[in-house]
């Protein structure tokens, strides 16, 4: 069975940090593009970086570029998204997915993140 779980959220003031994680099970996760995504309220989800299995290689949406860093530990079944110089426009909730083919699939059940002014 299939587990997807993120954790790190909380409130934090503008400015501040948080890490997020990802951690799953029930798949072969080292094998899946992992990305993270985010939906505030009223607004559609939005893509926010993902991290890929092959080279490693990374996309972040222009929003975080340089404020967020995406990372795995295939050995931990994690990927972890470190935020910094966080916006109260980052406030959302956040959610992984592993890219399956063209779909992403395999959700979590988000954590919110508060960014307060």
């Known amino acids: 069975e299939v587990h997807v779980v993120e954790s790190g959220g909380g409130l934090v003031q503008a400015g501040g940090s948080l890490r997020l994680s990802c951690a799953a099970s029930?798949?072969?996760?080292?094998?899946?593009?992992i990305g993270w995504f985010r939906q505030a309220p009223g607004k559609e989800r939005e893509g926010v970086s993902s991290?890929?299995?092959?080279?490693?290689?990374?996309y972040y949406a222009d929003s975080v570029k340089g404020r967020f860093t995406i990372s795995r530990d295939n050995a931990k079944n994690t990927v972890y998204l470190q935020m910094s110089s966080l916006k109260p426009e980052d406030t959302a909730v956040y959610y992984c997915?592993?890219?399956?083919?063209?779909?992403?699939?395999?959700w979590g059940q988000g954590t919110q993140v508060t960014v307060s002014s």
């Open positions: 029930g798949f072969a996760f080292g094998d899946y593009t």
């Open positions: 997915a592993a890219l399956d083919g063209a779909n992403w699939d395999y």
């Open positions: 991290i890929s299995t092959t080279d490693g290689s990374k």
